[in-house]
């Protein structure tokens, strides 16, 4: 079924409306689809490089605009479609050993899980489901969305095909990086 779904994803990165499908992707991602936007964002950066900034700010604004939606999922219908969509991903155990991270972290947790391959359905679901501060939540999720899609589609203007290959099967090891060098510098700058 993925793999349909992938295939699917990737007709619509070359269609003639692909711009709108990948916002209906990045938005539906947020929430309850398995396929990141990644997928659509990669060839469509490809194939129109200067285009890449409106293509990484439509699959951002998407994305977070489909975390409202999840957000009110975990917020109102945790019992029912958030433990579905968690339990389809299979993400139930992880979403209560949350609670505390999300208490003592908030807006750090939101913008280190928004960047990485982790889930972001689970982000958004667990921070509706704990009233995490709404104010708070867009913040963070602004932010780590935006650096996520910007840093894959700066990466894909700047070095082209040659580095489709690396960002696509190190996704999760460029955004590790890109976090940990993020937290670096505001640790560097808090003891200057």
């Not at 155990?93 to 972001?120: C, N, Q, S």
Request: glycine residues 6%; aromatic residues 16%; charged residues 15%.
């Amino acid at each position: 079924m993925l793999k349909r779904l992938y295939d699917w994803m990737m007709d619509k990165a070359a269609h003639r409306h692909a711009i709108w499908w990948l916002a209906a992707v990045s938005f539906i991602e947020s929430s309850f689809f398995p396929i990141p936007p990644d997928v659509m964002l990669i060839p469509m950066v490809i194939a129109a490089p200067t285009q890449w900034l409106r293509i990484a700010m439509i699959c951002t604004l998407s994305s977070v605009a489909g975390g409202y939606l999840g957000y009110a999922i975990g917020y109102f219908a945790m019992d029912s479609i958030g433990a579905a969509i968690l339990g389809a991903f299979h993400l139930n155990d992880k979403f209560l050993a949350l609670k505390p991270i999300i208490d003592e972290w908030g807006v750090w947790f939101i913008i280190i899980k928004g960047m990485t391959p982790i889930p972001y359905k689970l982000v958004t679901i667990t921070a509706g489901a704990f009233d995490f501060d709404l104010a708070n939540f867009t913040f963070a999720s602004f932010l780590a969305r935006g650096m996520r899609f910007f840093l894959v589609a700066a990466l894909l203007w700047k070095f082209g095909p040659p580095i489709r290959d690396f960002v696509e099967t190190r996704l999760k090891l460029v955004t590790t990086v890109f976090v940990v060098l993020l937290i670096g510098g505001f640790f560097v700058v808090k003891l200057l």
